[in-house]
């Protein structure tokens, strides 16, 4: 039983070239001031994975690994394990997305699958994560030089932009970056320091943290973690401010300035001051995040805005977690033919729901849905709301398993069937609960409509397209008898119409609400005269 296959990148051949043209020379070696390329943002686990010594065993190994995109070779002197009769030893890196926790697990056990469903003679000896750090660099832009009047209008990134040139951060990267414009004339931009100035993004950081020792790395990722949560408490306590009484007031103020040191710690400006001026700055700070959280809680009441915070929170979580589930997956790969076959379907769909909404409404009042008027748009108004509750539930799930991914919870190969049938229970369950929240909507309302406008006379709200009024009947030749279905028609009091779309017009009687007897009648329309009730409110016509 061979292991299920993967797409591999395919590499292009290179161009043919004739005889007779020279070979091309080999490209230079980099500057050394550009520091070492950065590795691809994946988890990388180097694998000793002893094989027997067979040359047929080790060539089938070492297809079949190299098929699932890890790299393959022969393990040095200094990595092979002592030596062992019959068995050859080789280095495999296996080559993860996600995050680092579970990474070194994960990697193993997708080995020792492979190699059990394979049957393969070979084991794993040792593993190892291998995390490469990434260079720091940064990148000045080069624009005109302005006066002092112009520095704010080129802070703001609105400068002339001619060029831009990324160096390895660090204490001279300005002066590298200079010496690399002048000694290239790129583009016909020639690089006058008289002329030009130098500008770092304010998102970018020309002089990171480097050679930090792993506590010290540590450290700072607690200051900025303090220096988050110090944010929060500065608008928290501001609204607090407002929404306390009396001595209360006291408490948020003294407690907004708490993560006045962290915000200062963690800003590239200040975080090489001394602790005075950092104190000062970051007080100054969270003294402008209490006033921005007071002028808030002045505005807004205190639940909104936690729900709105909540809500926030969990379209983060959300949206975070369905590009981690959807990402390197059979949809992204499609989904320049999925998406446009799936806009016909979705809208077909959300129209049919509206419609059964519409139909669930009327059916409270005993009226068939197309005997009564309704537009198109009001249809699909209907549907949004149960159809987007639904979604959100739906992406909701799918956000926990792409977060599950991310920590390497759940296996991204040998699970199709799996994926396929947990992507059509997931359509199933979307589908019955948007019905069955539209309908459950549409039957509430049109219980309430029935309710007050048999004991108030109220006129129903509008319901997405369907509007009810209150009329009079009155037949056009009161010697003849009146054509009526399920009658009699009543003439003393008012009674509530929906509109027709054909020869009979269908009318709720109020009386009727909860009786034995169908509570709606029709009429034919020539042979009556629908007059607007002028005050339903008194059950008289």
Known sequence: MTPPRIRTRRLLPSPRTPDDTPPTPEPASPDPAAGPPAPPYRRRVRMLVDVVDQQDEVAYVTALFEERGWTVRPAEAAEAAPAVAHRTSLIVEVRLHGARLGALRTATVEMERLVKQAELGAWVRDAALVEYRRPPRTTYYV?????????????????DEQRAVTVPAGPDSRRTAEAELTARDLGGRAY?????????????DADPPRDETPHERRTRWMWLAAGAVGLINALVCGMCVVWAEGAWKLLPALLSPAGALPLSRTAKETRDRSTAVQWAVGVLGTTALAALGAMAGRRYEALPLLAATALAALGLFIGAGVSLALRRTFFTRHAAWLVPLSVPVLWSVVGWLGGQMHAAYLDRFDIRADAVPTSTLGRYSAAAQPMGVALISALFFVAVIGWLRHFHLGRDR??????????????????????????????????????????????????????????????????????????PA??????????????????????????????????RREDVQLLPAKDPKNRRC
Do not use: M
């Open 490 to 523: 009543p003439t003393d009091h008012p009674v509530l119409s929906f509109g027709t779309s054909g020869d009979w017009v269908w009318l709720w009687d109020p009386r009727r609400n909860g009786g034995p007897v169908q509570e709606s009648f029709a009429v």
């Open 414 to 487: 040998g699970n199709r069937l799996l994926a396929v049938l947990a992507a059509t229970l997931l359509s199933v369950a979307y589908a019955l609960t948007a019905i069955g929240l539209g309908t459950k909507d549409a039957g509430g309302a049109a219980g309430r409509a029935a309710e007050n406008a048999a004991r108030q006379g109220t006129r129903p709200p509008d319901y997405y397209g369907v509007y009810a009024h209150f009329v009079c009947v009155r037949p056009v030749d009161p010697a003849q008898p009146l054509a009526v279905d399920n009658g």
């Open 143 to 159: 624009h005109r030089a302005r006066p002092t009047l112009g520095r704010w209008w080129i802070r703001l990134g609105a400068a």
């Open 192 to 204: 006058d320091p008289a002329e030009h100035a130098l500008r770092v993004p304010s998102h970018s």
